[in-house]
């Protein structure tokens, strides 16, 4: 089997699905539109606590200590959080979606969006239901991006596919993300289809890694990964429901953190 077939599959699936969700959700009314997107939120938000579950993994327990896997998580956020701010991941990710509706709108429409990449925290929060054409744009890539890259699934089954091991797991995940694309894009429109770049960038990094050096996690490190990809989750599924824009983009080095955290204790305590 070809290396690398599940993120095309699933880069696929997602722009296949925004255009589907582009036709359905032009003949919605707005606030179908937001119900929508407040479902995606809510299934967010179950999909964060069921990866929280991996808090009580037997792997990451025997690694760290049944109290230490909490603490690993929140060492990875902290330090994750640090480094992705002064990055600024969340500003680059929002001024590189700003920058593909420029792109996108140049023919006639460009000057009636704007041309100023400004951060979306406060719009999201205080006017989702009146958010121009350009914020919508960005607003859809950003979220999507972050709801289709964080989940376990991504990384799991880019490592199945790097090693060999098949595609089971990134098919799933692309049926998944296809049905997604189809509510996010009737809400927020063809920026979702955009988020296919980043993930398939993340994914394909990842497929390669996994190529080159095989299956090096452990089941600690897997188990660290997934329970503070939840914690990311939940945040997604607070700005989908417009509850708080919380900057996930900027908390994602977490995710490289959290193995490297679970295997540098395991190391201390001698397990």
């Known amino acids: 089997m070809i290396v690398g077939l599940g993120t095309l599959l699933n880069v696929t699936t997602i722009v296949v699905g925004t ?23 809510l299934i967010t938000i179950v999909l964060g606590g069921l990866n929280l579950v ?15 896997t909490f603490l690993v998580v929140i060492g990875a956020l902290l330090i994750g959080s640090i480094v992705g701010s002064l990055a600024g991941i969340e500003r680059r990710l ?8 420029d792109r996108l709108t140049r023919r006639g429409r460009g000057a009636a969006s704007g041309t100023e990449t400004e951060p979306l925290t406060d719009s999201l929060v205080d006017a989702r239901l009146a958010i121009s054409p350009r914020e919508k744009f960005i607003s859809g890539f ?20 790097g090693t060999g091991q098949g595609i089971d ?5 692309s049926t998944l993300d296809g049905f997604a694309s189809i509510a996010f894009a009737a809400s927020l429109g063809w920026g979702v289809a955009f988020s296919a770049i980043p993930v398939g960038i993340w994914q394909g990094l990842l497929t390669v890694l996994a190529f080159a050096l095989g299956s090096v996690m452990s089941g600690a490190a897997i188990a660290a ?14 700005r989908l429901l417009n509850l708080r824009a919380v900057a ?9 953190v959290a193995p490297l955290l679970t295997v540098g204790v395991a190391a201390l305590l001698g397990n």
């Open 142 to 161: 950003v979220d999507a991006s972050l709801v289709f890259a964080i989940g376990p699934l991504a990384i799991l089954g880019a490592f199945q596919d």
């Open 94 to 101: 929002e001024s590189f979606g700003g920058w593909l509706q």
């Open 169 to 173: 797991q990134l098919a799933l995940k």
């Open 248 to 256: 996930v983009a900027d908390m994602l080095p977490a995710l490289i």
């Open 225 to 238: 990964l997934t329970a503070t990809g939840g914690v990311l989750l939940l945040g997604v599924g607070l």
């Open 54 to 68: 991996s808090l009580t993994d037997s792997d990451f327990v025997g690694a760290v200590g049944a109290g230490g």
């Open 19 to 41: 255009a589907i969700g582009v036709l359905i959700g032009n003949r919605l009314p707005e606030r179908t539109n937001r119900v929508v997107t407040d479902a995606l939120g």
